[in-house]
């Protein structure tokens, strides 16, 4: 499996590379406590701490207090990730500097990203081993295999593939579109036959408005010439014919009204005693 990181240029085949990595601790705090620091040995080779919070070391003297992470790496350089967490635990533990020391070496970008930091002090393998000086070989060579960090993909299994979900997705997707299916079908139903019926709705109003028109329009249409006009009864005058109670309007029943007025004006004439 790949992990992702970078093998060394070179790889050292000595005492310091053979010590396991708790006694690689030891050997950088003590010498420190050398040089005069106060060392605090706060990381898992200290005691029975499983986590070390990404600090080995803090040295103190005087006002400076500095963090130290030891990484006893000889096949993987260290990469810039390890530069800037300890960065970050530097901020937090109030520190005036941090160290990063390994027996191996370090990425370009590691040494980029700590050089952007005074503060920020990088110790590769050539010169941890000229700090140190030559070692007593270990009792019982430890077989080193380089730690990975927590943030590595490799410290990580594999998670196991569960049960596939794809059948249940199908179903559900089948449904869930059986039924966007029968809500369209159902809008295009209802659409069509309120369409319909609006139609006919319109249709039957048409109709009644043309029925209702031509009704209208019968009750004012003009007799034409020879075609008897019906009338209201007319009035009468010792027992003859009054003026009708429709005026003629056609040039005929002009003519037959005045005929019958004419007759009328005969009948008084003949009937009305004439005066002496």
Known sequence: MSTGFKPVS??????????????????????YRAQGFEVDHVGTGGGPRRTDGGIDL?????????????????????????????IGVMHTAAA?????????????????AAAKFRHIRLIDGKAVRAMLGPIEEPAVP???FDAMPSWSPSRHPPKRAGRSRAPIVAVAAAFLTMAISLCVLWQYYA?????????????????????????????????????????????????????PAHLPTTKAEI????????????ILEKTTPSVP
């Open 191 to 243: 659409m069509t036959v309120l369409k319909a019926r609006t139609d006919a709705a319109r249709a039957t109003q048409g109709a009644m408005r043309v029925l209702a028109a031509q009704a209208i329009t019968s009750r004012h249409v003009p007799a034409t010439p020879g075609t008897p006009v019906e009338s209201s009864p007319a009035s009468t005058m010792n027992g003859h014919a009054a003026m």
């Open 255 to 266: 003519a037959a009204w005045e005929a019958a007025n004419a007759e009328s004006m005969r």
């Open 142 to 144: 430890f077989a080193s």
């Open 10 to 31: 070179f790889r050292y085949d000595d005492a310091l590379t053979r010590v396991s990595w708790d006694a690689f601790e030891h050997l950088i705090a003590d010498y």
């Open 96 to 112: 005036t500097g941090a160290i990063v020391i390994t027996s191996g070496e370090f990425t370009d970008a590691a040494i980029e």
């Open 58 to 86: 803090i040295l103190r003297q005087g006002l400076e207090t500095i963090v130290v992470q030891c990484k006893h790496w000889n096949c993987w350089k260290v990469p810039h990730n390890d530069v800037h967490q300890l």
